[in-house]
């Protein structure tokens, strides 16, 4: 059995400590080793107590969260830190992110189930992140061995064009999605739609960092937009669909829900998977990559039964080897690619046979 993961949190709100420490106690295999008021009270913790993962707020007094990040990323080695605020601004998430930051969450409201419950969905996701990464150091005894994979279940398409490329990707995905964006050449030439799971505002973050890095159209997609070459990334805490409004190509706009969560996701792969599916009439290229948890995998047979082509990231280039293990288990992969041949892969297979089609300008439907 694996050793407990080690929490240490880290906030000025006795309230919001008793409320993380609750979470983090239920979800299991996991053991709350301190608190801290502040960042330097928790640095001293550090040098004490066994410490995986640091739950890190933002707005603190002596020692804040990004002045506290900034030291542990320094002095403790291998120890993982979340930052969570009540703040809304952008620039926090990337900053956090920028410094070293396992992952930028919102604080729960106060009070509200349903807030709460997501966060420990989130946390549950980081924990396993946190519990691979020190497998991969040495610090637990070896897993049992995957069972091996099936044999694909559905033949892999012959594939003739692509219109849209669909995305699917949760733990470990803005650092995958900066390695993958910038080598995409910017006359791609169709849609690429993301869902990557962050709550609300942080998507709007991401994608602004996202633009920076290449020279293709990349924005957080709003309600009515026309789906057009570009990256469009699915807002936080919003289903994104596709649905059609008149020919294709470009006879796609973008649909955005509160519709409940699948799979504790939302947005959630599956819903966008299955639009595409249809809208596109299977010309569609799904890509799964690193997470934890299976979403995306049923959207992925629906593209497959569409006609569709699916590539999975490569397990040993995963942070977490979930949501693409659930598509290669079933065997819904056409390919598994290592993240550094993703971008060239992905253009590629657009290219091949892809129609010339004009590149209309961003606009609404």
């Known amino acids: 059995m694996n050793p407990p993961v080690h929490v240490l949190v880290v906030d000025d709100s006795v309230l919001y400590r008793r409320v993380l420490t609750k979470l983090v106690e239920g979800l299991g295999d996991t053991e709350v080793v301190g608190v801290a008021a502040h960042g330097q009270i928790a640095l001293g913790k550090l040098e004490r107590a ?33 930052m969570l605020s009540g703040d809304k601004s952008k620039d926090l998430a990337r900053r956090a ?10 604080k729960p409201d106060d009070g509200q189930e349903a807030s709460q419950a997501a966060l420990r969905e989130q946390l549950r996701r980081l924990v396993g992140v946190v519990r691979t990464r020190r497998h991969l150091r040495g610090g637990d005894p070896a897993p049992m061995p995957a069972p091996p994979l099936r044999a694909p279940s559905i033949a892999p398409p012959m594939l003739q064009r692509i219109d849209v490329v669909a995305i699917a990707v949760s733990t470990g995905g803005p650092d995958a999605l900066l390695q993958l ?36 159209a990349v924005r957080e997609a709003e309600e009515g937009d026309r789906v057009v070459p570009g990256i469009f990334l699915a807002p936080g805490g919003r289903h994104m669909r596709v649905q059609r409004l008149g020919p294709l190509p470009s006879g796609i706009g973008v649909v955005l829900d509160d519709g409940p969560p699948e799979q504790s996701c939302r947005p959630s792969a599956n819903v966008l998977f299955r639009s595409v599916a249809t809208a596109y009439e299977g010309r569609v290229l799904a890509v799964v990559m690193t997470g934890m948890g299976a979403d995306g995998c049923e959207g992925v047979r629906v593209i497959k039964q569409h006609g569709g082509y699916c590539l999975t ?10 949501m693409p293990m659930a598509v290669d288990e079933a065997g819904l992969s056409d390919e598994r690619v290592p993240l550094d041949r993703l971008a060239y892969r992905i253009a590629s297979l657009v290219a091949r046979g892809q129609a010339q089609v004009a590149k209309p300008a961003w606009g609404k439907t």
């Open 50 to 82: 066994e410490v995986d993962l640091v739950l890190l707020d933002v707005m603190m007094p002596v020692m804040d969260g990004l002045e506290a990040l900034a030291a542990i990323r320094q002095r403790f080695i291998g120890v993982e830190v979340v």
């Open 97 to 106: 992110l920028r410094a070293g930051a396992l992952d930028f969450l919102a």
């Open 181 to 216: 964006v910038p080598r995409l050449p910017a006359d791609v030439g169709v849609p690429i739609l993301i869902v990557q799971h962050m709550p609300p505002v942080f998507t709007q973050s991401l994608a602004e960092h996202l633009a920076r890095k290449t020279s293709l």
């Open 313 to 322: 990231q490569s397990e040993d280039t995963c942070v977490v080897y979930g």
